[in-house]
C-alpha cells in the first residue's frame, strides 16, 4: 500500500475518527483501514524505518513543492508561531530481534540544520512508547509521517545549512552519522523549501555562539542575506 496513504490513515486515526469514517474520507475499505491500524500494513519497503515528527512542523517549512505531504500535519493551522525547530523520532524494526533501534534529530530548518541527535539505541515497543512521549513533550503532540518525508526534511536541512558554512560538529557530529544510517539514502530532489522567506533566519538557542553564526552568515550571503532574532546574555 502507498506510504502517503498509510500516513492518512494513522493522521484520521489519532484525530479520533472512526474505521469506517477513514475509509470513507480516503476511498478505502474497512479491512484495509483496520490492516493499517493493525499493523499489518505498510508502506513500500515494508520494514524499513517508522518515522514521526512534532505537530506543527509544516509551520517552519515551504511544502510548495511537496503538496502531498501537507496535510500530514495536525498543527498546520495553529495559532502558535513557528520558530524553525523541527523534531524527528525514528525507529527501525530488526527481522533478528523484538527491540527496534531507535534514533532522533532536532533540526533548525531555518538556519543551523542539525542541532542534536541521538545514536541509535535499542527499544523495546513499550519503552519505545514511552520514549516517544517524552521526545515530544515540549511540542503539541507528533504524527506518524512517511519515512520519504523524514528523510527529506533531515537531510534537507542539513544541506541547507551547509551551504553557508554550517557542520555539525564533535559529539553531534558522530551521533548525526550513526543515527543517518536508520532513515537511508534520499530519493531525488528535496522538494522542501528551507529557510524563512526565501532566507536563512537565525533564532539562537542557549548552546548557540550568536557572534559566530553572524560572522558566518555575513561571510555567506552577505548583510543583506539573511535575517536574525538574537539574544545576547547579559
Not at 39 to 53: D, Q, Y
Not at 107 to 113: A, E, F, I, K
Not at 128 to 155: K, M, T
Amino acid at each position: 500500500m502507498d506510504e502517503l496513504l498509510v500516513a492518512r490513515v494513522r493522521l484520521l486515526d489519532q484525530q479520533g475518527r472512526s474505521v469506517k469514517a477513514i475509509a470513507r474520507a480516503l476511498g478505502m475499505g474497512a479491512a484495509d483501514v483496520v490492516g493499517v491500524l493493525n499493523g499489518a500494513v505498510s508502506g513500500p519497503g515494508r520494514g524499513g524505518p517508522r518515522c514521526w515528527v512534532n505537530a506543527g512542523w509544516s509551520r517552519s517549512v515551504d511544502l510548495e513543492g511537496a503538496p502531498q505531504w501537507a496535510g500530514l500535519d495536525p498543527g498546520a493551522s495553529d495559532a502558535q508561531e513557528a520558530r524553525g525547530l523541527v523534531a524527528v523520532l525514528v525507529a527501525a524494526d530488526s527481522t533478528r530481534s523484538t527491540k527496534a533501534r531507535v534514533a532522533g534529530f532536532l533540526l533548525d530548518v531555518w538556519c543551523l540544520g542539525v542541532k542534536n541527535a541521538l545514536a541509535p539505541e535499542p527499544m523495546s515497543e513499550s519503552r519505545l512508547a514511552g520514549h516517544r512521549g517524552l521526545y515530544f513533550s515540549a511540542y503539541e503532540g507528533h504524527v506518524q509521517v512517511p519515512a520519504d518525508l523524514a528523510r527529506a526534511l533531515v537531510f534537507g536541512a542539513a544541506a541547507y545549512a551547509r551551504g553557508f558554512g554550517f557542520e555539525p560538529e564533535g559529539e553531534v557530529a558522530e551521533e548525526f552519522a550513526q543515527a543517518a544510517v536508520l532513515l537511508g539514502e534520499p530519493a531525488g530532489p528535496n522538494p522542501i523549501g528551507f529557510g524563512r522567506d526565501g532566507r536563512p533566519f537565525f533564532v539562537n538557542g542557549p548552546y548557540d555562539d550568536p557572534e559566530a553564526v553572524l560572522r558566518t552568515l555575513r561571510r555567506a550571503v552577505g548583510d543583506d542575506g539573511f535575517h536574525f532574532e538574537v539574544a545576547f546574555p547579559e
